[in-house]
Nanobody
Framework: VQLQASGGGLVQAGGSLRLSCAVSGGTSSSYVMGWFRQAPGKEREFVAAISWSGYSTPYADSVKGRFTISRDNAKNTVYLQMSSLKPEDTAVYYC???????????????????WGQGTQVTVSS
């Protein structure tokens, strides 16, 4: 299974970006999909996850109300719509896929089996 993240870039504070994660070599509907981010000098942190059905979408408190995760299983793609961006959202964003993840396990990056290469998001003040 390969994951390809795209859509990052440079945006001013208050702006929006949409990240995409294309899944190949497998069927995205088989997996729980997650987005994580890592800023320089910091640990990788959970951003959002989505169940295979799309009905369960936990978010980190820091992005709740500003970010929306969604998936299109027909296109084997997961999205992260980011709005009202802040400078502290600056990081490399990674998508990940895991199987059989429930509850708090979805927020633990060690639980995911496959990772994309990351896409840089930079928010200027």
């Amino acid at each position: 299974v390969q994951l390809q993240a795209s859509g990052g870039g440079l945006v001013q504070a208050g702006g929006s970006l949409r990240l995409s994660c294309a899944v190949s070599g497998g069927t995205s509907s088989s997996y729980v999909m997650g987005w994580f981010r890592q800023a320089p000098g910091k640990e990788r942190e959970f951003v959002a996850a989505i169940s295979w059905s799309g009905y369960s979408t936990p978010y980190a408190d820091s992005v709740k109300g500003r970010f929306t995760i969604s998936r299109d299983n027909a296109k084997n793609t997961v999205y992260l719509q980011m709005s009202s961006l802040k400078p502290e959202d600056t990081a490399v964003y990674y998508c990940a896929a895991g199987t059989g993840l429930l509850g708090s396990r979805r927020q633990n990056y060690n639980e995911y089996d496959y990772w994309g290469q990351g896409t840089q998001v930079t928010v200027s003040s």
